[in-house]
């Protein structure tokens, strides 16, 4: 009795649940969403971002629990001392003088590129290494990328978050445009994300019951386990992620950008930022059976069932600038939320906003299918192109010499700015320097700012940088002449007659904008106007790319080793047999043998009668 006394007293002093653990509050938050925007020539462009902030200092704290941000991620910041990383996958081509300025461009292929941390002592092994960490992270042919594609531009690609300094020494620039887009880049893409895009069945889904998970504590694990219970069930905006949808559109990319920002206002420390973004064009003239209406359901053959429940905001936009009031040219259904006003990229625009986390935005119906349907045509059909576009082309003939050419176009009617050009040629297109010539309007402009560097046979690209001012109402041409070189025959592709790609040349200019916009709080606006903070609001900043190039190179017969071995063994197989024979076999010659008198009188008979001789 007196041995348990002081048991039972050890037991009244426990603390109850909650008791010496301190609760920590949740130092990360994600917001997702949706930007519909139909397009002047009759397709619908669908804009998916998911932003996940986590305040912390991966390099410099030990980090061993991840709650939204992805570990496999948030391990490369930490052990490549990454400062940026942007990688993007794209299938297809922005047609930006038909569709009009992207919120963010991709290359065709692959693109990658990286700020490092200025304590990174070896830049190119750390950025082979990490190339090939994420070729198995997102099961690309990222692991492709060595010295012969990757450039370190001095103007362009500055660092999109906090930057100290900007050492281009610590910047690694890579393009594959002959990377293929598939499913199997997008599944990885797609588990990234906190909430699965997996549907649950219905019967399934109405036994769940939400319950607001627990907060952390430093001696409790129960909220790490409410939280990857419900990562791996609930939905959101990912379940529109149907793969054989998007990939059944015009254009398709995906990118991950990581990059630092500021924690507060005075940005005394930082947080990480992760975006995940997903651009698709439908043609509504396909999926909507020749008309411009269109639907969730029409496009991604899902409808939004509940919202993500570690989603701090989760919203749905759908661009209705066309929409008059007083003249009706369009209906959405069901009623939104609210509507959203801003100058985006240069011009006002009116959105639509569906907020799912009101309750009764979904559970009125169980779903939301957002519709919208053109009651007319709009008054302007074909309403003004951007500003700033471009092209490019390869001309010339034979397989000795070419010219590569790119046009700029500045179609503002009174405003001139400058560009920032951006070009990578492979090394066995030689280039003639001394030819490079840039005209605006048949007179000559010289750039402003210019840096080559040349090529280095097997081992470097060409990287061509220039500051060119574009006159109003203009087309600048931008040529210069190259040689294609030999390559050894171990070098050609396996379908060396399809031809060999150059990268795009990249475009980054401060465009003017067509509306004045105010100054707005970057952390309360939405997604798709934060990426590119400018604080000057008569300009915008956009990032262009022209086509990849395919060009033909000298290509030898591929077939003549085949024909030889052909005839060779051939050759060989007769006169191999036939001096075989000679030696081997063995002649005897036959004297003629002459028959008796007997003989000779039964063939003459035999001759008489008709028959032959013996």
Known sequence: MAAAMPLALFVLLLPGPGGWCLAEPQRDSLREELVITPLPSGDVAATFQFRTRWDSELQREGVSHYRLFPKALGQLIAK???????????????????????????????????????????????????????????????????????????????????????????????????????????????????????????????????????????????????????????????????????????????????????????????????????????????????????????????????????????????????????????????????????????????????????????????????????????????????????????????????????????????????????????????????????????????PSYIHYQPAQDRLQPHLLEMLIQLPANSVTKVSIQFERALLKWTEYTPDPNHGFYVSPSVLSALVPSMVAAKPVDWEESPLFNSLFPVSDGSNYFVRLYTEPLLVNLPTPDFSMPYNVICLTCTVVAVCYGSFYNLLTRTFHIEEPRTGGLAKRLANFIRRIRGVPPL
């Open 80 to 446: 490549y001392s990454l400062r940026e990383l942007h990688l993007s996958f794209t299938q297809g081509f922005w047609r930006t003088r038909y569709w009009g300025p992207p919120f963010l461009q991709a290359p065709s292929g692959a693109e990658l590129w990286v700020w490092f941390q200025d304590t990174v002592t070896d830049v190119d092994k750390s950025w082979k290494e990490l190339s090939n960490v994420l070729s198995g992270i997102f099961c690309a042919s990222l692991n492709f990328i060595d010295s012969t594609n990757t450039v370190t531009p001095t103007a362009s690609f500055k660092p999109l978050g906090l930057a100290n300094d900007t050492d281009h020494y610590f910047l690694r620039y890579a393009v594959l445009p002959r990377e293929v887009v598939c499913t199997e880049n997008l599944t990885p893409w797609k588990k990234l994300l906190p909430c699965s895009s997996k549907v649950r069945p219905r019967s399934l889904a109405a036994r769940d019951v939400y319950r607001e998970p627990a907060p952390r504590t430093k001696c409790s694990i129960q909220g790490i386990s409410s939280v990857t219970s419900f990562r791996l069930l609930q939905a959101g905006l990912s379940v529109l992620l149907k793969a054989d949808r998007l990939f059944h559109t015009s254009y398709h990319s995906q990118a991950v950008h990581i990059r630092p920002v500021c924690r507060n206002a005075r940005c005394t420390s930082i947080s990480w930022e992760l975006r995940q973004t997903l651009s698709v064009v439908f043609d509504a003239f396909i999926t909507g059976q020749g008309k411009k209406d269109w639907s969730l359901f029409r496009m991604f053959s899902r409808t939004l069932t509940e919202p993500c429940p570690l989603a701090s905001e989760s919203r749905v936009y759908v661009d209705i600038t066309n929409y008059n009031q007083d003249n009706e040219t369009l209906e959405v259904n069901p009623a939104p939320t609210t509507t959203y006003q801003d100058v985006i990229l240069g011009t006002r625009k009116t959105y639509a906003v569906y907020d799912l986390l009101d309750t009764a935005m979904i559970h009125n119906s169980r779903n939301l299918n957002i519709q919208l349907k053109w009651k007319r045509p709009p008054e302007n059909e074909f309403p003004p192109g951007p500003f700033l576009h471009a092209q490019r082309y390869v001309s010339g003939y034979g397989l000795q010499k070419g010219e590569l050419s790119t046009l700029l176009y500045n179609t503002h009617p009174y405003r001139a700015f400058p560009v920032l050009l951006l070009d990578t040629v492979p090394w066995y297109l030689r280039l003639y320097v001394h030819t490079l010539t840039i005209t605006s309007k048949g007179k000559d402009n010289k």
